[in-house]
């Protein structure tokens, strides 16, 4: 049983909670926020979580905050003592909720590859990837979100993922965001389609495009399909290697 005070326990479940609603680990600015504290006391706070080995942060990483405990010995964040001033999480109308944790289902575990884009020197001849679990039951517009946060990312655009004969196949079948009234072949709407729905295999390879202007091409493969942990919320980004390339590079 992990061991921590009350008010330990209220920025868990403020954590979980906000993981549980956008899919992603909240800043610490709105930590602070919810929390009614300073940004440096809610600093300080998230550092002692971390020594006590409740969370996982990732240094130099935008929201990269993991909760390392089980879901059921964290407090819930509905049910917080009365009179707290804590403010629950802010409504993001522009995110897709991370769906809760359900029974065992299907897991995939998929590596991401930055393939390509409009890096400076720096980056490029290395290798840059995130390797992401996700539930089956969970949507191709959670698995982007994922990508888009696990590659500290600030601003949408547009994105593709593509099933064709090879990655980035423009041929399809593709799933993104159709334009209203729109019905084209092969092209299916990516806020509705599961993972489980496209009969994927391991090893399988597609392509996943961001913004359709600067033109991030990631390639994805499936390393691995087994059973999700009922205690864990995905999607989770499990590994990062090399860092993340600025989206707008200044240099």
Known sequence: MADF????GRYLAFIHAYISLHGFPPAESEIAAAMCVSAPSAHQMIKTLEKK????????????????????????????????????????????????????GTLYVFEVFLAGGPVSEKYTGKEISRTIEIRGDQTLEQLHRSIFAA??????????????KRPFDPKGPNYGIPDAGESRK??????????????????????YLFDFGDEWFHQIQIRRIEQAIPTVTYPRVI?????????????
Do not use: C
């Open 5 to 8: 005070t009350p008010t330990q």
């Open 53 to 104: 080995g409740l969370i996982l942060r990732h240094p130099g990483h935008a929201r990269a905050l993991q909760i390392m405990i089980p879901e059921a010995e964290i407090p819930s964040w509905n049910q917080r003592a009365a009179g707290k001033r804590s403010a629950p999480p802010a409504a993001r109308t522009d995110r897709v909720p991370a769906a809760p944790p359900a029974p065992p």
């Open 151 to 164: 590659f500290d990312r600030f601003e949408e655009h547009l994105y593709e993922f593509q099933f064709g």
């Open 186 to 207: 092969g092209y299916g709407d990516a806020r509705t389609t599961t993972l489980d729905a496209l009969g994927l295999t391991e090893d399988k390879v597609f392509g």
């Open 239 to 251: 590994k990062r290697v090399g860092p993340s390339p600025p989206q707008y590079d200044e240099e």
